[in-house]
């Protein structure tokens, strides 16, 4: 048996945030972009804190990562670790699991959680990130746990010699279907129009002969009865429908910003996304936002983390001038 | 050859810095049918080894102290204070990979080093007055599962009425079919209720509360 471990307990555990204390800048959510927001906030000399569901964000379910400078191969779990290492040099205070349930702004920004805790701060940076989007086809909701996983990661060692199916064409998406075909019999992809992953992972989707892969094809269905076990396909290009037998569906098709506790504070795109201008300003004064979860086109570790960096600025900024 | 490194040993040193008071850690094998008892029996003895805060046992489940404990799985992990008192805190499977994290945090727990929870919660908790039973299916390679794990054996460690136990799926494939189980973390409370995911602490308390 391989034994891999994946430590992160941490050595020295960070103080919490405190709610009887005036912050000059609070960070909501402790991915790349809230992380290095710390940093740069902190190093700065402000007063931060970050208030976070789980340090690390969603970069703890990318199994590896290639394409952040200075790392040719890392675990996304480790990078993370590297990065919260380094934030807690500089003893900035991280509550985790904290949701946050509404921003007010009142003579200071306040933060209210789910846990009716309220804390309060000059400037607010957000960074929440985002949530896998779902299907939003018949069986989804249904199947969740029963066969539909949004994390190959996670659910993948579940399906040994099994036959499963990914739905995507982004880097995700044929990451996940190269983890799987290592584990499962058989892997399908399936993706709606074309393939717009990096070119190094495609040719290496090639090379894999247990991988299936349909193009221009929908879901429409998943059935099954305790379990999932099929899923009905549509081919666009033949305008057939096909029943596939399928024991495990994972759901890589992209993110939507987590936004839904903002209730109107500050101005979103149709599709939920902050609209942050070239500073990570948003539409309220004092807010700024960093990360996946703003309208900033590329979702990628990088960006985030600069993203977060330039947001941290701007607060220092908006503090310095004294317009709090 | 060593299992745990000697890199990941010395984190893990500094880790166990915290651990307050003794643990006894009792680890059940059984010597046939059981794929993964030795490995587990080389990590828990490794991991034991670290710090001089902590014993272990190894008992076949033939013996009749084994039986004690109620096991029906092997391999089996109990955590049993200073004073061997125990809180219904168990691991069945190896807790290598990101489990590492959860049986740390066990450890931890059961020395009386756990992490203090606001008085609310405490409330809350020490309220539960009817047999609850905490299974959390996990698969080592998910991030998620430790969390999970680690709050239903914190709900063990403070109440008597809770007893919580880790099941990694993959080695015991029958109980987890039985339980449906195709995603993890999957929680199941008293059998019937089902939580999936690393839930808040909140989550596992109204789940009970509704039951």
């Given amino acids: 048996m391989a034994i891999d471990f994946s430590l992160n307990v941490g050595t020295t555990k960070s103080k919490r945030v405190k709610s009887d204390k005036l912050y000059d800048t609070l960070i909501i959510g402790g991915g790349p972009a809230g992380l290095n927001a710390a940093l740069y906030a902190k190093r700065k000399g402000l007063q931060v804190g970050i208030l976070t569901q789980r340090i690390g964000g969603q970069v703890l379910d990318t199994k590896v990562v290639e394409n952040y400078l200075g790392y040719t191969k890392i675990t996304g779990e480790e990078l993370m670790r590297e990065f919260e290492d380094h934030v807690n040099e500089y003893d900035v205070p991280i509550s985790d699991e904290m949701q946050v349930k509404q921003i007010k702004c009142e003579e200071y920004k306040e933060i209210h959680t789910t846990t009716d805790e309220v804390y309060k701060a000059k400037t607010v940076i957000i960074a929440t990130g985002s949530i896998p989007r779902m299907l939003g086809i018949p069986g989804e909701k249904e199947f969740n746990g029963k066969g539909v996983s949004y994390c190959a990661i996670c659910d993948g060692s579940l399906y040994q010699d099994g036959i499963v199916m990914v739905i995507g064409g982004g880097n995700a998406a044929i990451g996940s279907a190269l983890d799987l075909s290592r584990i499962a019999k058989k892997v399908m992809i399936v993706h709606r129009s074309t393939f717009r992953a990096d070119q190094i992972l495609l040719d290496r989707l090639n090379e894999q002969k247990n991988i299936d892969i349909y193009l221009e094809t929908e879901i429409k269905e998943i059935k099954g009865q305790s379990k999932m076990t099929h899923v009905i396909t549509y081919d666009k290009d033949t305008k057939l429908e096909k029943s596939i037998n399928v024991e495990g569906l994972f759901v890589e098709i992209g993110h939507v910003p987590r936004t839904e506790y903002l209730n109107g504070l500050i101005e979103l795109e149709n599709n939920g996304e902050i609209i942050v201008d070239s500073n990570g300003e948003t539409s309220e004064p004092g807010i700024f936002a960093a990360g996946d979860v703003t309208n900033v086109k590329y979702k990628q570790i990088v960006i985030a983390a600069a993203e977060g960096a330039k947001a941290a600025l701007s607060a220092t900024e908006y503090i310095n001038k004294g317009k709090h | ?211």
């Avoid at chain 2, 059940?28 to 991991?47: G, P, R």
């Avoid at chain 2, 902590?54 to 089996?76: H, I």
């Avoid at chain 2, 709050?151 to 460690?157: N, Q, V």
């Fill in chain 2, 1 to 211: 050859m060593a299992m745990i490194d000697d890199n990941s040993k010395n984190q893990i040193k500094t880790i166990f810095e915290q651990l307050k008071e003794q643990v006894n850690v009792v680890l059940i094998v059984k010597k046939e049918e059981c794929e993964t008892c030795s490995d587990t029996q080389t990590f828990v003895t490794e991991m034991t080894d670290i710090s001089e805060k902590l014993t272990l046992e190894v008992l076949d489940e033939s013996d009749d102290k084994a039986k004690e404990f109620g096991v029906t799985m092997y391999p089996a992990i109990i955590l049993l204070d200073k004073d061997n008192k125990d809180y219904g805190i168990k691991f069945y499977g190896i807790p290598a990979g990101h489990e590492i994290n959860s049986f740390i945090m066990g450890l931890i727990e059961v020395s009386g080093a756990g992490e203090q929870l606001p008085e609310d919660v405490v409330k809350k908790i020490e309220a539960i007055n009817k047999p609850i039973d905490i299974k959390v299916f996990i698969t080592l390679s998910c991030p998620h599962c430790p969390g999970a794990v680690a709050k239903a054996h914190k709900l063990a460690f403070m109440n008597k009425n809770v007893n919580a136990e880790m099941i990694e799926a993959n080695t015991f494939g029958e109980i987890s079919t039985k339980y449906n189980v195709s995603g993890v973390p999957k929680i199941v409370i008293n059998e019937d209720t089902e939580l999936l995911g690393d839930q808040p602490l909140n989550a596992f308390l109204s789940a009970i509360e509704n039951l």
